[in-house]
């Protein structure tokens, strides 16, 4: 499938700029998800599975910790971000990562088997979160880890305050809700994760902050320059309030004492208990 056939499956779309802004994503948040995956002992020999796994960043960081006799598999319905993993895997001579295209909801993996499953920002984009889950509640193994990395859409901020941007936080969970998703998505999880008998073994949020050179305001650039006019075209804001926030956002990029704050992005573990 091309890349402009994709573009409506899912809220931020599937296209080459997403595909470098995920990229470029990994880079300022892929030592938090290192660090999540050293707290879970993830090692040689695991078999896991990456659900929602884009390009497949974290598939690679899997297959790095799990090594030639672990396995990895990465899920996703976008067959323009497998190709490009399955070029990076081939290119690293990697025998044992699998790209499946299919969503959560419908894939037809292996039941009770793996010791890993992964799922970062991809839960707060669908429409029903436990139908979503249930189908990867049965392929983990028991004893198995399902980890979730996303957010709890709290702590975004932009200093000094005072200026059309303090508002956007409200925006962008209205966006979420527009594309049916949940921006709050994190503080749901514990209960279903109950519900289902895992039992929760790690929340831990996290803010990352940064002035106008910092890798993490220039990945909210990348995000709010897209997305803000989007968040126009689709209704949810005017042309007018949009140029206010882009403006607002631009001087503090021009301002060296300005201080970014990211929304909380929350690590979430349950071991399967039965
Ligand atoms: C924001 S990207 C995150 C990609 C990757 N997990 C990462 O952290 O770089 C969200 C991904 O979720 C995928 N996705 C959306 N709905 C899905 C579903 N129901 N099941 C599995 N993947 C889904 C999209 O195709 C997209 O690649």
């Known amino acids: 499938m091309s890349e402009s056939n994709e573009q409506n499956s899912y809220l931020l779309g599937v296209n080459q700029q997403e595909l470098e802004r995920l990229q470029f994503q990994h880079t300022v948040w892929g030592h938090v998800t290192k660090k999540f995956l050293g707290r879970l002992n993830v090692g040689k020999g695991w078999r896991c599975l990456d659900v929602g796994a884009g390009p497949g960043f974290v598939s690679m960081e899997l297959r790095e910790l799990v090594g030639e006799t672990g396995e990895v598999t990465a899920l996703d319905p976008s067959q323009f971000y497998l190709e490009w993993l399955k070029k990076q895997v081939s290119n690293k001579g990697w025998a044992n990562v699998h790209c499946v295209q299919g969503t959560a ?15 970062r920002w991809v839960i707060a984009f669908v429409p ?7 189908p990867l509640f049965s392929f983990l193994r028991t004893g198995g880890i399902l980890a979730i990395q996303d957010y709890y859409y709290e702590g975004l901020s932009l200093f000094p305050r005072g200026g059309p941007w303090d508002v956007m936080a409200d925006i962008v969970r209205a966006y ?26 790690d929340f831990t949020p996290t803010c990352l902050s940064g ?15 897209t997305h803000v006019p989007l968040m126009a075209q689709k209704g949810l804001i005017s042309s007018e309030q949009a140029e206010a926030l882009m403006a607002d956002w631009n001087a503090h990029r021009q301002n060296p004492d300005a201080l970014f704050f990211s929304p909380l992005v929350v690590d979430i573990a349950g071991s399967r208990s039965r």
């Open 105 to 119: 909801e419908s894939a037809d993996l292996p039941s009770q088997y793996y010791d890993l499953i992964f799922v």
């Open 176 to 201: 979420y809700r527009f594309g049916g998703g949940d921006a709050y998505i994190a503080a749901t999880i514990p209960t279903i994760f109950r519900k289902h008998g895992l039992n929760v073994v």
């Open 211 to 225: 002035g106008p050179t910092s890798g993490v305001m220039e990945w909210a650039h990348r995000f709010f320059s």
């Open 128 to 134: 029903d979160p436990e139908k979503f889950l249930i």
